[in-house]
């Protein structure tokens, strides 16, 4: 089935420090999304990605989407401690567009 | 605005006790309804998946069972816990499939479920 994976695993850094997850398919996607999971918290929903080659950004974080629409990166730029949790990727399933597949996460922490 | 509510926050219960954590949707129709177990650390399994009233897809073999009475209330169940049942159940909701922007999930609090 559909999987997507995700890499690092665990990142520490230093705050001030950027920090970049990746997400990689191997089937082109309709879209992809991005998670974030704070420590003890649910998923929140960060950004949605449907254009090939798209760039957005939310303050200091910067999503892409690649060019054949296999893989997309979130990039924090000068992480602070509040960017602290888990960062999840995750896109359509190509059954079924309203289920999802999840990377298994990039666990981020910050030391200040 | 919709909202997602999630009961009860934490929960310990004894191996081969019943299980009943509830969710509800507030603010939309019809929406697509999901349960997630999380494990420590760990990514979301998905376990079951409902598009309207009385419609249950299972994803994996299980000790689980989930049911939708209402549009909006979605409810999971187990008859007799195992350890192996603990973790962290997440709801969520998106759209339907008349909505826009119909893949993207919205979660609810969750329960920690410890089994003893």
């Known amino acids: 089935g559909q999987q997507v994976m995700q890499i690092p695993q665990y990142q520490h850094v230093q705050e001030g420090e950027d920090f970049t997850t990746y997400c990689n398919s191997s089937?082109?996607?309709?879209?992809i999304q991005w998670y974030k999971q704070r420590p003890g918290g649910h998923p929140v929903f960060l950004i949605q990605?449907?254009?090939?080659?798209e760039v957005k950004k939310q303050k200091r974080l910067t999503f892409q989407f690649g060019e054949a629409k296999k893989n997309s990166s979130l990039h924090i730029t000068a992480t602070q401690t509040t960017d602290v949790g888990t960062y999840f990727c995750?896109?359509?399933?190509?059954?079924?567009?309203?289920?999802?597949?999840f990377g298994e996460g990039t666990q981020l922490t910050v030391n200040p | 605005s919709q909202t997602i509510h999630q009961w009860p926050a934490t929960l310990v219960q004894p191996v081969g006790s019943p299980l009943s954590l509830e969710c509800t949707v507030e603010?939309?129709?019809?929406?697509?309804l999901y349960w997630y177990r999380q494990a420590a650390g760990r990514g979301l399994q998905l376990l079951f998946y409902?598009?309207?009233?009385?419609?249950i897809s299972s994803e994996v073999p299980q000790n689980l069972s989930a049911s939708r009475p209402q549009d909006r209330q979605f409810i999971l169940s187990s008859k007799k816990l195992l350890l192996s049942d603990s973790g962290f159940y997440l709801c969520?909701?998106?759209?339907?499939?008349f909505g826009v922007g119909t893949d993207t999930q919205y979660f609810g609090p969750g329960t920690r479920l410890t089994v003893l």
């Open positions: 603010g939309t129709s019809n929406p697509n």
């Open positions: 409902s598009v309207g009233i009385g419609q």
């Open positions: 995750a896109a359509p399933r190509e059954t079924s567009g309203s289920r999802l597949t």
């Open positions: 969520a909701w998106s759209r339907g499939r």
């Open positions: 990605l449907v254009k090939s080659g």
């Open positions: 089937t082109t996607l309709s879209n």
